[in-house]
């Protein structure tokens, strides 16, 4: 097992994982059809509506989803996480797909363009945290609320270190977060 720590998209991870650079990543929603790869659920994140400040909708508390429905969207390409991408647009917009007016590659750039009154995006709560800008204001949504699945992806079968890493991730999932960052 390799140790180290690195970070990209989901995508990005579940290649690494199939051409064996990796024994383990955390990924949200991976592909489930892949009978070489495991996936342990260790947490659900919320997610949240980014909104020029100027925009009618930031003097709202919650939205619902119909109040975005003529909104135009930033977001990141399909891409970057094919699984997320379609569980959030699914969760949010339902069968009527949303107008996706531009695409950007991080979500830094994403925010950039809200900040600009570009269109509204969608991201998780934690992230929000992480991204305050200028300009952008976050929203919850009006319950339920749309929520993406963060787990451990490893492959099959899993060595002795990576089963004990994912055992350690499922046991931390579990325990009660802090409360030490702002929120919505």
Known sequence: MQIGADSGSTAENVE????GELDVAFVHNPPTDDVNLGWI???TQRLVVAVPSVHPLSRRRRLAREHLADVPLVYIPRRNSPGVY????AQVYGGQ???VLRTEPTMERVLVAVSEGVGVTLLLDERAAIFRRPGVTFRRFADPEPTVALGVAFRQPPSLAARRFVDL???LGRQPRLADRPRL
């Open 86 to 89: 379609d569980s959030i647009l």
């Open 169 to 171: 991730a499922q046991e």
């Open 16 to 19: 690494r994982l199939r051409c």
């Open 97 to 99: 797909p949303p107008d």
């Open 41 to 43: 659920d260790i947490a």
